[in-house]
């Protein structure tokens, strides 16, 4: 198994994978590893796995993921959820006060869904199988919520496909570390000094995005030409797109109980 370094640094975003199923002795060992590991608030662990495996089921994912084919060849599927609906149904049974059916639980359960996420990867990873993230996770939120049957205050935050890769894809670059990092407070950057940090990022992204004759053409097209304008241009992460995804999260989370159904009043008004 690989150390956590050598995980970490031989993590590649994994997009084909062999038919190869994984066995429930290593599921079983990275969640239960995952879990017992992965620091939580309060220790109240508010998130929940949703593992699916079945194809048909896992075909219902694909269409709600945007028809991503590696969904369909990965053999097994994980929704991370921000989930506070064990606890408060503890509360309850308890006599306790109701809480975290509230933006600021929310904040924390979708926190702690990422923390477990990044976890069971690892584990995944140190076993040498191949993951991939899925953003489309927020776009589908409420519908995937849905399918899952997740019910009030738990919500879906990401998912990752795992699988024996059948690819070896090249690693992705990243910004100079002092992009990152700040001393003490926080350090803006100069436009000299960010056009130095971004160089070589748009100079590779540019020729990758370059290399796929559709992309390409589509760029063309639409006058695209530079790696910053890919990135918002309707072929990539449009803002108009991100506007109505926004609104639809908001809706998510009204609709399970994490912020007011009627804009500008608490839960304690309504």
């Keep these: 198994m690989k150390t956590v370094a050598e995980t970490l640094t031989a993590h590649r975003s994994i997009r084909q994978f062999k038919p190869d199923e994984i066995p429930q002795t290593i599921i079983d060992e990275v969640l239960h590893e995952a879990i017992m590991g992965t620091s939580s608030s309060g ?7 949703i593992v699916t495996r079945d194809p048909e089921r896992k075909r219902r994912l694909y269409e709600l993921h945007s028809e991503q084919e590696f969904v369909l060849q990965a053999p097994l599927v994980i929704t991370f959820c921000a989930d506070w609906y064990r606890t408060r149904q503890w509360l309850e049974l308890r006599g306790a006060r109701d809480n975290f059916n509230n933006f600021l639980g929310y904040q924390v359960a979708a926190n702690e869904a990422m923390l477990i996420s990044q976890s069971v990867t690892l584990g995944f990873e140190a076993r040498g199988y191949g993951i991939c993230y899925m ?3 927020l776009q589908a939120m409420q519908e ?20 024996v890769p059948d690819e070896q894809p090249e690693r992705r670059e990243r910004l100079p570390m002092r992009a ?23 100079e590779s992204g540019w020729q990758r995005y370059m290399s796929m004759p559709h992309l390409r053409a589509l760029c063309e097209e639409g006058g695209i030409t530079s790696l910053a304008q890919m990135y918002t241009s309707p072929y990539k992460y449009d803002p108009d797109a991100y506007a109505a995804t926004s609104q639809q999260v908001l809706e998510a989370l009204r609709g399970r109980g994490f912020l007011p159904s009627t804009p500008g009043l608490s839960q304690t008004e309504e």
């Design 144 to 163: 995937i919520a849905d399918y899952l049957n997740l019910p009030e205050t738990c919500l879906p935050i990401t998912t990752i496909v795992v699988g």
């Design 180 to 202: 990152y990092i700040h001393d003490e407070t926080y350090q803006e950057v100069s436009p000299s000094e960010l056009e130095e940090l971004y160089a070589a990022r748009e």
């Design 135 to 137: 953003g489309t996770t």
């Design 43 to 49: 220790n109240l662990n508010s998130y929940s796995l």
